[in-house]
Structures are given as C-alpha cells and as structure tokens.
C-alpha cells in the first residue's frame, strides 16, 4: 500500500532532507499499534476476510501521501473486541498526528483510520487435573 516515494521535504545550506513514505507509515503503524484497544494493521480485505499482519509488517496497512511539508494517512486498523471504537480511533489519530509531526517535522493535514475487522480473544484451555 505505501509507496516508495521520496518526497523533499527541506532544504538547508548543506543540502535536502528527504522522508521516505515508508518511514512516515512505520511511524504511523507504530504509534497506532500503541494505542490500548488495537489488535493489530490489517492488509485489507481479501474474500471478505480481515487479515491481521504481525509488528514486522507496520508498513503495510497504511497509505501515506507525503508532500513538501504535510502529510496525510489513512491507517487500516482491527481493533480487539469489547472497545469503545470511536474512542480508540480518536486516540490513534491523536497518537498518529502526534508521532509524525514530532519526528519528522511534517504537519498531518488528516488521519483517517478505517476499521477493518474486530480480534476475539482466544479462549483459554481449561487444565483438566487427573
């Protein structure tokens, strides 16, 4: 989903600094997997299905546009069962908005979190004593 665009973002006497799109979603999947109430990124719908992707893989499940000095993300998110999902999708824009702009030095113009399935918790085998 992210695109290995390098965008400039500024330029000093010494020369430019470039961001990666991609730098900018692994900060975006890690501040958002941060947040209590997120299971996981997920890599978009295939047959209907949620897939979860694991912590190496925070890339994915993020599409970012990275201009000369703004940003935009849309974070594609499973959040666990049993939350509040508008308050976790707040605290993860808060998060998100927060983390880039802190250290990339970028102003996110817009978070957008679409939420793509919901974990269970998986339950828990009973010890049975002989």
Sequence with gaps: MVESK???TSRTPLGAVRIANEVVAVIAGLAATEVKGIAGMSGGIAGGIAEMLGRRN???GIKVEVGEREAAVDLFVIVEYGVRIPDV???VQENVKEAIESMTGLAVV???VHVQG???PEPQE???VK
Aim: glycine share 0%; net charge negative; proline share 0%.
């Design 6 to 8: 390098i965008e400039e």
């Design 58 to 60: 925070l890339a994915r």
């Design 89 to 91: 999708a707040v605290q």
């Design 110 to 112: 817009e978070v957008n």
């Design 118 to 120: 919901v974990s269970f």
């Design 126 to 128: 009973e010890q049975r």
